[in-house]
C-alpha cells in the first residue's frame, strides 16, 4: 500500500502537481539565496504523497496507475536506448510522452478528485503569493527598503516568476536545459536585488541569510 501511495504521490510530481511548490521555491529562494537543494525536493515529494493519500484512490485506481507508470518507463527506456533519433525527434517524442502520461493520470481521477487536485493548486499559488508578500514586508522592515526599492524588488520577482512559468512551459528543451536555464534565472535575479540594494543593505541580508542557514541546520538535525 505504501509503495502504492509514493508511486501515486511521484505521479503527481510528473504531471505538474508539484510545479506551484516550485514557484514557490522561486520565492523562497529571492530570499535565502539558496538554490534547489534536496530538502527542497524532499518537501514537493511528501507533498505530493500527502495530496496523493487525500486522494483516496480506490485499488482500481491505484493499479491503474501503477500500470500508466510502468509502460511510461518502458517507452522512455526505449526512447532513450534508441541513438538514431536527432535530438529535434528525441525532444518531441519525449514531450509527447510526457504528455501522454499526464493525460491518462488524468483520466483515472474523478471529477471530484481532479477538482480537489485544482484546488490545492489554486491554494498553493494563493499561498504562495502571500508569502512572498509578507517575505518583501519582511525585507522592507530588516533592511530599511525605500519604498522605490520595494517597488523594484516586487517586479524583479513578478518578472522572474514568469519566466519561470515560461520556462517550464517550453516542450522544447530537455529537463536537464530547463534545470541549467532555471540556475541561470536565479543568478541574475540575485544580481539584479544586488542592483537594487545599497552595501549597507547587502551586508545585512548576508548576515540574515547565514543566520537563516543556521536556524535550518540545526532544526533539521533535532
Not at 8 to 20: D, K, N, R, S, W
Not at 21 to 47: E, I, L, V, W
Not at 52 to 75: G, I, P, R, W
Amino acid at each position: 500500500m505504501k509503495k502504492l501511495l509514493i508511486l501515486v504521490a511521484a505521479l503527481f510530481l510528473i504531471t505538474g502537481f508539484a510545479m506551484a511548490q516550485q514557484a514557490d521555491s522561486s520565492q523562497h529562494h529571492s530570499f535565502t539565496g539558496r538554490g534547489f537543494g534536496g530538502k527542497r525536493m524532499a518537501m514537493n515529494h511528501r507533498r505530493a504523497f500527502n495530496m496523493a493519500s487525500k486522494l483516496q484512490l480506490t485499488d482500481a485506481q491505484k493499479q491503474q496507475m501503477k500500470t500508466v507508470n510502468d509502460d511510461y518507463h518502458k517507452q522512455l527506456t526505449a526512447l532513450q536506448a534508441n541513438d538514431k533519433l536527432s535530438l529535434g525527434d528525441y525532444k518531441t517524442q519525449l514531450a509527447a510522452l510526457r504528455k501522454s502520461r499526464k493525460d491518462q493520470v488524468s483520466n483515472i481521477l474523478t471529477d471530484d478528485q481532479k477538482k480537489m487536485v485544482a484546488d490545492r493548486k489554486q491554494n498553493m499559488q494563493i499561498n504562495m503569493q502571500a508569502r512572498s508578500a509578507g517575505n518583501l514586508e519582511r525585507m522592507k522592515l530588516k533592511l530599511g527598503l525605500s519604498d522605490d526599492q520595494v517597488a523594484k524588488i516586487k517586479t524583479q520577482r513578478e518578472q522572474l516568476h514568469s519566466q519561470v512559468k515560461e520556462l517550464r512551459e517550453n516542450t522544447s528543451l530537455l529537463p536537464e536545459q530547463k534545470r541549467d536555464q532555471m540556475k541561470t534565472l536565479f543568478a541574475q535575479q540575485k544580481d539584479e536585488l544586488k542592483s537594487v540594494l545599497t552595501p549597507e543593505q547587502l551586508s545585512k541580508l548576508e548576515s540574515m541569510k547565514k543566520q537563516h542557514m543556521h536556524y535550518r541546520s540545526h532544526s533539521d538535525a533535532k
